[in-house]
């Protein structure tokens, strides 16, 4: 309402609050117009001289107040003509608007600070001095040395009196912006959490007042960080530890951030990190027995892990910590590869899990990153995406950067484009805070008001903690190679521990001998740990599930008791019969409405059903039994190929209705399908994280095209394939993969079959491509109902969804079971002179041919499992004679598909009774062709090249 202030009008508005609070608190001038605006009987009289006498800018104005009156009613035309008045008289007060003129300009640079000051700010322990640094300069706000001493009001401005002195201010400002944190949060959207923040760092001047208990403990773990690192270099020379020293505050920071996070109401946090100090997390935050990490160094016992385990700093714990609240809070350090970054949206599923599990802000993401992979890694914006979305959100993940500022050798110049490592974050609008790791009780400052943000506003936080790298990359590596300026600098530098304790003991809170014992203390300590470890034997594989996970298994496949997934006919009708109906207000679109009604017909009077029903009804009989089951990828509730329906959308309001959300809800189980945002390696790792957190559910991450999943390699390849073998974790993710050879080129027909098979061993997945709406009932539902737990990875149909043969009956879901290969039942064995084995689509297209050809002497068998393969296949074949030819027959070219997988393996299933041979599209460097017309050319030439003499 203060326009005529131009760009003081900010200004000229906080006073009038600060105004109303306390009317003292503001000059006098301002006082009396304030007054005049607010007070009935002196309008009349600021009224007056101005109606007569408006000048061009109080006219101008008024133009401006009609608009708006325009808008509000007759009332508040009145009140703003009121107020023009009031405008008019107070400006014509030549010394009222040269006041305003200079109180705008300090408010102007009070914004300066709080917008630029980090900037400015001593976060860069290697002292690397700010760029802009003239910005601040009282010139530039047309305020001079001069004004240092005239005091001015500080409205807005936490942490001074009412009135402040410039130079008080400058000082307030300078301190609470400008020292070991530079912060970013002007750019936040909401305006109450702007507010609150600023508000708790101008109030105590962004520091953390610590009483010398908390100091004690901050040194205690700097020193426990030190010297574990020390103890570790001087004990086992040139084993890569990726030593933490130079950021050793990270420590000290952990410790005290679990304890406020319990503080704050969090029960457990979930924490992702990658190599870098992860051993002093290990052994100083996870409370890891340091006899075990000692022993992993030693690696003694070659035998232990042959073909297994994974290298020390990428293992994974769990503990409960205690803290000075006196609450207890759990802590899970997830298992981690090489690849950095990729574990940050395995850890928000695995939060978001416990979540739904009924703990929402009860349990916390901390993700640990690095300065160089934060803002190189795509995976990064991936996840921070996913931050405010209803079927990914976790409440907030707390960030810390461990800002080393070098990548392996590279520096930041050459890493990224933008100023600090952490802009990618700026696409969620969250504060960020640049902090320098040499100050430790600075980044416990920030780690107190991230969780209190995160706890308050439900939103992410990022710590960027600039520090440096004592050693290379690896303790074997030597920087000094590319980096040898930056490590003259490095190399002069006492250790952050020192820094702290030099700092306690000038100011008085400790002696320097206080240091010192501490220091001999956690030595003495390691020192015997050694010991004893050199007499004991701790090299110890990953703990056992524990938990949620003691009813679940994994190994081999052999050993799996098969679960009986029927649902009997009654069950399915009154299943079907729910799912079509819903709410009496809900105006469905009407073709939508009709494939509800026809599921629930054909199944109420027993007809031939689709793909699309069956998958639904696994879905309904798994929720009514209380299940929890969660589907996510792009597109997912109407299904790439609208076979699916899960969510109906009301045709007036747009409101969606999920029918299996509401048979769920009456079960206790739940249902929840949500389109996903357009991603895959982020979308797949979080639904794999979810998995790892929930056993008892059924978890599918489905791809809009099978294909589509090779941009989510990394976590197939590291986490959902060998984590059972490197980690002992178990999941029992589903991945629905479209697949199919239907001319629609390169990219849409194959989903890499052939990849899946390769990373195929040990019993580590199950593959499947099938062909019946009844084997994705029984698929899905012995997924969640054996105890087993292993990654699912289904070829599942297009064209297959509505083919008029692809149908299947109640019966075949109330009496059958999951079949891994399915024998021919339309020609006699004893005639059969060659077997077609084949798997998905084409397993019709060669039904076909041989009806058109009539040939009863080719039987053809589908191999609906092709991981692990079994003796189901052995019997299934059994039934022919010795030396019946055996032709595996795919789609796909001759180096894709199933064919060398099989080649390689058949024979070790199956003897080599049947001789074996291939036909396949011949082999070829794309999947498949572009052309319409050239894929059905193929397709004849396939079928034919299989029914051939
Ligand atoms: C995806 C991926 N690419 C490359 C590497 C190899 N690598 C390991 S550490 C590292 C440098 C990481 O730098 P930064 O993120 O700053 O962490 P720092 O090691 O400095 O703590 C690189 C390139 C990797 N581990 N993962």
Aim: one cysteine or more; aromatic letters at 8%.
């Amino acid at each position: 309402m203060f326009e005529q202030f131009g760009i003081n009008a900010g200004f000229v508005e906080e006073l009038h609050v600060r105004y109303r609070q306390s009317p003292m608190s503001v000059d006098e001038q301002w006082r009396a117009f304030f007054e005049a605006l607010e007070s009935p009987t002196k309008h009349d009289h600021a009224n007056g001289p101005a109606a007569g006498n408006g000048n061009g800018h109080a006219q101008a104005h008024s133009v401006n107040g009609n608009g708006h009156a325009r808008a509000n009613g007759d009332g508040a035309q009145a009140a703003i003509g009121k107020y023009n008045g009031y405008a008019s008289a107070a400006l014509r007060d030549e010394r009222l608007l040269a006041a305003a003129a200079v109180q705008g300009r300090v408010y102007q640079l009070i914004n300066a600070y709080r917008v630029r000051g980090h900037l400015f700010a001593k976060i860069d322990p290697l002292g690397t001095p700010p760029e802009a640094s003239a910005e601040l300069d009282l010139a530039n706000f047309g305020l001079s040395e001069a004004d240092y001493d005239t005091a001015f009001p500080t409205v807005g401005l936490t942490g001074l009196g009412e009135r402040a002195t410039l130079r008080e201010i400058v000082a307030h400002l300078s301190a609470t912006y400008c020292s070991s944190i530079g912060v970013e949060f002007t750019h936040i959207e909401e305006p109450e959490a702007r507010e609150w923040l600023q508000t708790a760092m101008e109030s105590t001047r962004n520091r953390a007042s610590l009483d010398r208990t908390e100091m004690l403990r901050v040194l205690t773990r700097l020193t426990d960080a030190e010297i574990f690192e020390q103890f570790v270099h001087k004990n086992f020379l040139g084993s890569k530890r990726f030593s933490a020293e130079g950021a050793e505050s990270m420590i000290a920071t952990l410790d005290l951030l679990i304890d406020y996070a319990a503080g704050r109401g969090i029960e457990e946090i979930v924490i992702g990190m990658a190599h870098r100090g992860r051993l002093n997390v290990l052994a100083n935050i996870m409370g890891k027995n340091v006899r075990e990490i000692f022993a992993a160094f030693r690696d003694s016992n070659p035998e232990r892990n042959l073909g297994r385990g994974d290298v020390k700093y990428h293992l994974g714990a769990s503990c409960d910590r205690n803290t000075s609240s006196g609450r207890s809070i759990h802590l899970s350090l997830a298992f981690n590869p090489s690849h950095l970054e990729f574990v940050n949206p395995v850890v928000e599923g695995r939060v978001r899990a416990k979540q739904d599990r009924g703990k929402r802000l009860g349990v916390m993401p901390l993700l640990i990153h690095g300065d160089a992979a934060f803002m190189g890694q795509g995976i990064i914006p991936e996840t921070l995406n996913m931050a405010g979305l209803e079927g990914y959100a976790t409440g907030g993940t707390i960030h810390l950067v461990v800002n080393n500022q070098i990548g392996f050798t590279t520096l930041p110049q050459d890493s990224r484009s933008t100023r600090y490592c952490t802009d990618i974050s700026r696409m969620i609008k969250v504060p960020v805070f640049h902090v320098n790791g040499e100050d430790p009780e600075a980044v416990i400052q920030v780690t107190r008001l991230a969780i209190e943000f995160r706890q308050r506003f439900g939103k992410d936080v990022v710590i960027d903690m600039l520090c440096y790298r004592r050693y290379g990359h690896n303790e074997g590596d030597e920087p000094r190679f590319t980096q040898p300026v930056m490590y003259q600098l490095i190399d002069q530098k006492p250790t952050v521990r020192q820094v702290y304790v030099d700092k306690l003991a000038r100011s008085g809170q400790i002696t320097l001998e206080v240091g010192n014992s501490l220091k001999a203390e956690r030595q003495a300590a390691l020192e015997l740990a050694l010991e004893e470890e050199k007499k004991g034997d701790y090299l110890r594989a990953p703990s056992a599930l524990e938990g949620i996970w003691t009813a679940y298994c994994g190994g081999p496949d052999a050993n799996v008791t098969e679960a009986d997934t029927r649902i009997s006919e009654e069950r399915l009708i009154e299943l079907a019969t729910s799912l079509s109906q819903l709410p009496s207000t809900f105006q469905a679109n009407s073709k939508i409405k009709a494939i509800l009604d026809t599921r629930r017909e054909r199944i109420a009077s027993g007809q031939p059903f689709d793909w699309g029903t069956a998958e639904h009804l696994a879905f309904a009989s798994l929720v009514a039994e209380g299940r929890r089951v969660r589907l996510s990828g792009q597109d997912a509730r109407r299904g790439t190929f609208s076979h699916r329906h899960a969510t109906l959308f009301d045709t007036q309001s747009g409101q969606r209705y999920t029918p299996l959300a509401n048979l769920a809800s009456a079960s206790g189980g739940s249902f929840e399908v949500y389109d996903s945002p357009l991603s895959e390696q982020g979308v797949l790792a979080f639904d794999y994280g979810y998995s790892l957190d929930c056993p008892e559910g059924l978890v599918i991450w489905e791809a809009q095209f099978g294909d589509f999943a090779n941009g989510a390699q990394v976590i197939i390849d590291q986490f959902i394939v060998s984590a059972e073998d490197k980690w002992l974790r178990l999941s029992g993710l589903v991945m629905l993969l479209p697949h199919g050879y239907e001319g629609q080129g390169p990219e849409h027909s194959s989903a890499r079959i052939e990849r899946f098979l390769q990373l195929s061993a040990s019993d580590n997945i199950q593959v499947c491509n099938l062909t019946t709406p009844a084997q994705i009932f029984h698929a899905l539902r012995r997924q969640v109902l054996r105890k087993w737990r292993k990654p699912l990875v289904i070829f599942s149909p297009k064209s297959i969804l509505r083919h008029k043969e692809a149908t299947s009956t109640t019966r075949d879901l109330a009496e059958g079971q999951f079949h891994r290969v399915i024998g021919d039942t339309e020609t006699d064995p004893r005639n059969v002179k060659r077997v077609l084995l084949c798997s998905g689509k084409v397993y019709y297209d060669l039904v076909e041919a041989r009806r058109a050809s009539k040939r009863d002497d080719i039987a053809i068998v589908r191999l609906e499992q092709l991981y692990p393969l079994n003796e189901a296949l052995t019997e299934a074949l059994s039934v022919y004679a010795d030396g019946t030819r055996l032709i595996w027959v795919q789609e796909e070219p001759r180096n894709m598909g199933a064919w060398y997988f099989l080649h390689a393996n058949l024979r070790g299933v199956i003897g080599d009774r049947l001789p074996l041979s291939v036909v396949s599209r011949p082999a070829a460097a794309s999947p498949a062709t572009g052309s319409k017309a050239s894929h059905d050319l193929e397709q004849k030439r396939l079928l034919s090249e299989a029914f051939a003499e």
